[in-house]
């Protein structure tokens, strides 16, 4: 908590403006980083020459040093694999239902809750599978179990592509849904108190978005050139629910743009994260999921409302059916 994190399965463009946000003071090792980076990164740098460490970081799937242990300490042990994942979606309840799933003595967590992997970076994967593999823990099989919760899996279109070929025998996700519009401001919200200086760029560039009238005016803002009346705007004079609001118009705006320019909202869901956050686009649910329906039956996935997770205890009718989906007591 606390630590910087970069989401590597979001989109290139946003993966290296997080590499720009870094907060180098933290790692000395990656000090060096802006003399690599300089002003190209998104068109120059080969990212896996990027040293820094970071369990979400780029080194981390390429070239931090990891030692497979096969041998957990004994012969009734092994390292498990997940045998079940939380896919999506933010700010939906995935942490706490991950928080308590972990407390089942069946059920032993990786070391991180957000693994990360599969949403990585094309050119990054599969580059260490040991990586992942390391992440989780030693068990007995057949008796205790493992898991992974990555809420950017359900956004990040060739997920579920890698799943299948890595675990072709999985087949059990849970998927968290929450109001679109709660979720959505959630999701404001906490940008707002994490990254302020963030959401306070993304207004800009919505209330840019807004100014213009045609997509070749509007494809200037897309390529992050802030338009000339940015020094109209004090941050001091504008709402957190006017600037909510701003972003949403903007964000539609730059999704239907997206759509027109791709040929499908599906197709502007996916690729237009870099401009347009997840604030809009991870609220449209049905755009996700019937992309991983091309990979998964409808039965392979348990979708958990959020509103059922608020008042859940271990013996509750919504955590007793997910016990029961899992498989274990």
Known sequence: KGSPRLHFGMGKNLAFERLLNFDVSVYPSFAGYKDLVGDQ????????????????????????PIKRINECGN?????????FMIIGFWKSGTTALFENLSMHPQLLPPSVKEI????????????SLDFYYSQF?????????????TPSYLVV????????????SLGKFIVCVRDPVDRSYSYFQMMLRTVPQKVWGIYL??????????????????KRNICSNEKQFN????????????IVKGQIVVLK???????????????????????ITSSLYYYFIHHWLKYYKMENYLVINYVDLLDSDRFSPTMLKIITYIGVE
């Open 137 to 149: 823990p030693c068990g007995v099989p057949g008796k205790q179990f493992s898991m992974e919760g």
């Open 157 to 168: 279109h060739y997920v579920p592509e890698r799943i299948k070929k890595t675990y072709p």
């Open 75 to 83: 012969n009734q042990t092994v390292r498990l694999q997940p045998n």
């Open 257 to 279: 743009h997206c759509a027109t320019l791709l040929g499908s909202y599906e197709k502007a869901v996916f690729e237009c994260h870099s401009v347009n956050p997840q604030i």
């Open 235 to 246: 941050q001091n004079s504008v709402t957190k629910v006017d600037m909510y609001d701003r």
């Open 41 to 64: 990164i998104m068109n120059t740098v080969d990212v896996t020459k990027l040293e820094f460490k970071h369990p979400y970081a780029i080194e981390t799937i390429t070239t931090y």
């Open 116 to 127: 990360m992997y599969f949403s990585a970076l094309q050119n990054l994967y599969p580059q």
């Open 205 to 222: 560039h919505m209330e840019c978005v807004l100014s213009k009238d045609s997509w070749e005016k509007f494809s200037v803002v897309w």
